[in-house]
């Protein structure tokens, strides 16, 4: 397994309890050093496909069993997402998948500005013209899901090397023969051997997120996914006045309070070009509360405490890649999944996990495989953020 994130983590705990053994978790950098350590934590079941809805309503379901089954608290906060709408169009889509949400069983409501406004009552409707609220949608502290993953398939015999970096895969016709990991530099220890080493395995899963194209390059694969960077802050702590996450399609705002207190929240910046940049800007900071206020002015004196950055691993299509490709065997993806891998995380997990132990064929892979982009298959999905 390449990524010690949510992916390759709940990937590597779920094979482990499906009975695989031998199976090793590598990373180069820390525990949450990846996106998993630096994301929203939102969790949510609104989205514009049938696929992704039915697919969160399960990984929602797995979070709020999280905590007791792994014995670790995640501060899961189910108050909801309000997505706002500002345009005509922006409020036609909005309608056509809550219709959708309500029969897959969702309590999605297409609510009028006012009626947006008695969830949140700072909220400024100056320019809203409706909104969409499902209330079991939420919020998590996301470092306890890797801890937890991490833990749990520890115990049932994984091995997790954290700095320790993939440098080559050994491939044979097209058959997978091992993978090359070295010490990764942590940094002002010139001590360490950086010597090379192998690890004989005939699977790989890619669970390297926004690095996945460097390591599907290890073996000749092209992916056409590209990282970008996405920037996020988080404020002093406040009273616990917010109850769902809100977020606006059109600017990509969106913006929650954790159960700590602060406001943690990001925006789209569409300027920010293809790489793996995880710098902090003044530019964010500014775009960021321009728009924040604007929507909840109330917040104008709040102090910002912290700022950082992490990288969307985006694809051409905002759908992941997900299974085996074609020109190796055992080679499976688990990429690509944008600004919403953490929420799911859980769910994938387990799926790939099935797919990889017992060949399970869901159609859902299917869409989701790699060879889309060449037959010009590509997906749509509506509701991404940022
Ligand atoms: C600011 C921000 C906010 C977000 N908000 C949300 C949100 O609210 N909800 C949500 O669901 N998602 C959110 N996301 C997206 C989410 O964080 C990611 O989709 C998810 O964490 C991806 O998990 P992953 O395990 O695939 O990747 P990562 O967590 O990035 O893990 C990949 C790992 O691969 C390792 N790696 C890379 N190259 C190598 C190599 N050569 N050898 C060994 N290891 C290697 C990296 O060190 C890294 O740890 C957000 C992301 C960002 C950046």
Not at 89 to 112: A, P
Not at 335 to 347: K, L, N, Y
């Amino acid at each position: 397994m390449v990524g010690a994130g949510i992916m390759g983590l709940s990937i590597a705990y779920h094979l482990a309890r499906l009975g695989v053994r031998d199976i090793t978790v590598v990373d180069k950098s820390y525990l949450c050093g990846g996106a998993s350590g630096r994301n929203g934590g939102g969790i949510r079941a609104q989205w514009s496909s049938e696929a992704n809805i039915r697919l969160m309503q399960e990984s929602i379901r797995m979070c709020q069993h999280f905590a007791n089954e792994f014995k670790i608290n995640v501060w899961l906060r189910q108050g909801g997402y309000l997505f706002l709408a500002r345009t005509e169009d922006r409020r036609r889509s909005l309608e056509e998948s809550s219709k959708l949400q309500r029969e897959c069983g969702l309590s999605t409501r297409m609510l009028s500005p006012r009626e947006a406004q008695k969830i949140v009552p700072e909220l400024s409707t100056d320019g809203v013209i409706a909104a969409t609220f499902n209330p079991d949608d939420g919020v998590v502290f996301p470092w306890p899901f890797v801890w937890g993953f991490a833990q749990a398939a520890t115990k049932l015999g994984v091995e997790i090397a954290t700095f320790t970096e993939v440098t080559g895969i050994d491939v044979r016709g097209t058959t997978i023969e091992g993978v090359r990991v070295r010490r990764a530099d942590k940094g002002g220890d010139p001590t360490g051997s950086r010597e090379e080493h192998r690890i004989r395995t005939r699977k790989v899963v890619n669970a390297a997120g926004a690095w996945s194209p460097e390591i599907a390059k290890l073996v000749g694969v092209e992916l056409p996914n590209k990282p970008h960077r996405h920037e996020i802050c988080s404020t002093e702590p406040l009273k616990p006045w917010l109850k769902p996450l809100v977020a606006d399609l059109g600017n990509g705002l969106y913006f929650s309070q954790s159960t700590r207190g602060e406001i943690v929240g990001g925006i789209g910046q569409e300027r920010v070009p293809p790489g793996l940049d995880q710098n902090s800007s003044f530019a964010f900071l500014g775009l960021y509360a321009r728009a924040l206020v604007a929507t909840c002015p109330i917040l104008g004196k709040v102090k910002v405490l912290r700022q950082w950055s992490g990288c969307y691993d985006v694809t051409p299509d905002a759908n992941p890649i997900v299974g085996g490709v074609d020109a190796i065997e055992h080679f499976y993806q688990a990429s690509g999944f944008m600004g919403h891998g953490f929420m799911m995380a859980p769910v994938m997990g387990k799926l790939i996990a099935e797919h990889i132990a017992n060949d399970t064929h869901l159609p859902m892979f299917d869409r989701w495989n790699l060879r889309r982009f060449k037959e010009g298959k590509l997906l749509t999905e509506a509701m991404i953020i940022g």
